[in-house]
């Protein structure tokens, strides 16, 4: 079992940023691969981005590529989601998921968090 916890979403202005962190307990963070999915308001839950095991690759989806950036620090046992360039559209429940699988294409993960709310205002 990995139990998830998400922090760090809040309300910010667009054009600003946030770091959502996600921090791991129970199995060995760097057997998993870690995903960033988001849900907003009548919409499906969509795909953000996603780091290798090793935390050495990462893919992002294209309406987040060049902001966001997706890291891994097995150590801490904790990957964090630094959002920066934040436009109202990124508004949305942001969750964190983990699994041993490492793939764009990921639909559902072993493990996800609880979800933290990020909202951006115009």
């Known amino acids: 079992q990995v139990q998830l916890v998400e922090s760090g979403g809040g309300l910010v202005q667009a054009g600003g940023s946030l770091r959502l962190s996600c921090e791991a307990s129970?199995?060995?963070?760097?057997?998993?691969?870690m995903y960033w999915f988001r849900q907003a308001p009548g919409k499906e839950r969509e795909f953000v981005a996603t780091?290798?095991?090793?935390?050495?690759?990462?893919v992002y989806a294209d309406s987040v590529m060049g902001r966001f950036i997706i890291t891994k620090d097995n150590a801490k046992n904790t990957g964090y989601l630094q959002m920066n360039s934040l436009k109202p559209e990124d508004t949305a429940v942001y969750y964190c998921?983990?699994?041993?699988?490492?793939?764009?294409?990921?639909?559902?993960?072993?493990?996800w968090g609880q979800g933290t709310q990020v909202t951006v205002s115009s």
């Open positions: 780091i290798s095991r090793s935390g050495r690759s990462a």
């Open positions: 998921g983990v699994d041993p699988r490492y793939t764009r294409y990921m639909t559902t993960c072993d493990y």
């Open positions: 129970g199995r060995t963070f760097s057997s998993y691969a």
